[in-house]
């Protein structure tokens, strides 16, 4: 017993580093584990102020479940505001971790579509939303939608509280654009979905 | 006396429970799905704090201490004849071993715990290494 109390008074810090090490380790493992996959997951960022993204995560899951066969763990909509420094390299960065991004005016660069974003494929185009277009190489190309210009009503409207002019874009690196993109698997198309609702006139 | 077998028997006891965790962690990892995700972190964290644990006890107790015996005993000894005057209650820490400090006339020598000491008072030869006795010749 002694020889016990005797090491415990000069180890004990062995037992804490025991306790903590594998705490600290499986937790940060297992929390890569959980991660949901690109394709398991729909991330939508919002740049600016006065979303309810709340209420569009509530009903985009809802829409989403009745319209894709696709395996979503993961809906989000997230409202975020850049700062001028380090805008490129935000935004940029936000194009790995979102589907869809929707700029306000307010969060607006001059060439943002072309510098971070493709010419919006036909089929995402719809004739009664305005297109977000830009030119490039002498020519006028659109690379997003209008979804908020105080005018059209559609269903992003309905959530949004401010007046500024909104924009959305398809980010070039998104895995659930099937069929339009080579990124995405078959049936990945929860972007699709998601980009066709927002756009819906109420 | 031998102290390497000693020593190379304790760093088994601990390469063992050791080899036998990180398994019971690889099977979890691999058998994790999203149904069982936190089943399976509780059982690899819980895993890990009772191997953790006996390391812990294990190293401190056996392990270390052994080694520096194995190592004294590598090194020159010189012998110690007296008797012992004064054995001390409380274990001390010398050199990773926990040991009880006797005193030798005026010299204080460190006897691990594993050693069997003559009686206070009787005569007898110690085998000493950087003032741990390492054994008792006669």
């Not at chain 1, 935004?91 to 660069?109: F, G, P, R």
């Not at chain 1, 002019?165 to 659930?176: D, E, R």
């Not at chain 2, 069982?36 to 895993?47: A, D, E, R, S, Y």
């Amino acid at each position: 017993m002694k020889k016990q109390a005797a090491h415990l008074q000069y180890d004990w810090w062995k037992y804490v580093v025991a306790l903590l090490i594998p705490l600290i380790l499986w937790c940060s493992v297992f929390s890569v584990l959980k991660k949901p996959k690109a394709n398991e997951r729909l991330h939508i960022l919002f740049l600016g102020t006065g979303l309810n993204c709340q209420a569009v995560e509530q009903e985009l899951t809802a829409y989403l479940q009745g319209n894709t066969a696709q395996k979503l763990k993961s809906v989000q909509v997230t409202m975020a505001e850049y700062d001028d420094e380090n805008y490129a390299n935000q935004l940029l960065a936000a194009t790995y971790s979102y589907d869809i991004i929707i700029i306000s005016e307010n969060q607006m660069k001059d060439t943002v579509g072309q510098d971070y974003f493709f010419v919006l494929p036909g089929k995402l185009q719809s004739a009664e939303v305005k297109l977000y277009e830009e030119t490039a190489s002498d020519k006028t190309l659109p690379f997003g939608a209008v979804l908020f210009d105080g005018e059209q009503e559609t269903i992003f409207g309905k959530y949004y509280s401010g007046t500024q002019i909104c924009c959305a874009f398809i980010s070039p690196q998104t895995v659930n654009l099937y069929p339009l993109n080579t990124e995405s698997r078959e049936g990945d198309n929860a972007a699709v979905i998601a980009w066709q609702w927002l756009m819906e006139k109420l | 006396m031998d102290y390497k077998k000693p020593y190379i028997r304790a760093v088994l006891w601990c390469v063992i429970p050791a080899l036998l965790t990180a398994a019971i962690n690889i099977l979890c990892l691999a058998l994790r799905t999203d149904e069982n995700h936190n089943w399976m972190l509780v059982i690899n964290v819980l895993t890990d704090w009772v191997c953790g644990a006996f390391l812990a006890y294990f190293t401190s107790c056996y392990v270390l201490p052994r080694k520096e015996l194995y190592r004294l005993s590598c090194r020159r000894r010189e012998e110690v004849q007296g008797a012992i005057d004064k054995v001390e209650q409380q274990p001390v820490r010398y050199e990773r071993i926990t040991c009880i400090a006797v005193y030798i006339g005026q010299r204080q020598l460190f006897a691990p715990e594993e050693i069997t000491l003559p009686n206070e008072g009787e005569n007898a030869v110690f085998s000493v290494a950087g003032n741990v006795i390492l054994e008792v010749v006669g």
